[in-house]
């Protein structure tokens, strides 16, 4: 069965923090990886894409990599600000379906 | 748990022809629906929110005309792909937002292909 969990479900820092997001599959035969971000009440906005045969992105202050033997993929945010407060959700796409993490909601405190 | 049925899970028509594409929360209500699409190697991206009797609105770029966007009910959005072109083929997701919680549930999406 294909799963995505995501650690920790909750995380509150101070502003100006680095932090990780981590994001764990289950079946590492994957098309590719997306990272999301949701607002309250929005859709999701698309951060970063990884695909199979990438190591990382980089958009600004965040970073992702993905190891996919290991069936894992980080979400490393830099210098942490208030505005980057949301719920923060992976994406493993198969080709055919898309499973989704469970999300974890990042709060940083000015 | 909460489940969104998205339905079809794959279609395949012919250009110039119309696709309706269905999303349903099975046991929760949902104000507030979202459609998103994939093009090949591409990341997902979001088209428009529904909203319960009310007018959907666009994401910048995506033309309302053609992506008929209806939310008559709580538990049910379509999105119907008007006049499709073969670069109209995608996939396509649906999520919705259980009212009063933030959390989206998401349906297993449709992949359209326009020959």
């Known amino acids: 069965k294909q799963e995505v969990t995501q650690i920790p479900a909750a995380l509150s820092v101070p502003e100006g923090e680095n932090l990780v997001l981590n994001c764990s599959f289950t079946?590492?035969?994957?098309?590719?990886l997306q990272w999301f971000r949701q607002d309250p009440g929005k859709g999701l906005t698309s951060l970063l894409l990884i695909q199979s045969s990438q190591r990382e992105q980089t958009s600004g202050r965040l970073n992702a990599s993905l190891d996919k033997s290991s069936g894992r993929s980080t979400l490393y945010i830099a210098a942490s600000q208030p505005g980057d407060s949301a719920t923060y959700l992976c994406?493993?796409?198969?080709?055919?379906?898309?499973?989704f993490g469970p999300g974890t909601r990042l709060s940083v405190l000015p | 748990g909460a489940v969104v049925s998205q339905h079809p899970s794959w279609v395949i028509c012919k250009s110039g022809t119309s696709v309706k594409i269905e999303c349903r929360s099975l046991?929760?209500?949902?104000?507030?629906m979202f459609w998103y699409r994939q093009f090949p190697k591409q990341s997902l991206m979001l088209m428009a929110t529904s909203n319960e009797g009310s007018k959907a609105t666009y994401e910048q770029g995506v033309e309302k005309d053609k992506f008929l966007i209806n939310h008559a009910s709580l538990t049910l959005s379509t999105l119907t792909v008007t006049s499709a072109h073969p670069e109209d083929s995608s996939f396509y997701i649906c999520s919705a937002a259980q009212t009063g919680s933030e959390k989206l549930f998401f349906g297993s999406g449709t992949q359209l292909s326009v020959l």
């Open positions: 079946d590492s035969a994957i098309y590719n």
């Open positions: 994406a493993v796409n198969y080709g055919q379906n898309f499973v």
């Open positions: 046991d929760f209500q949902a104000t507030t």
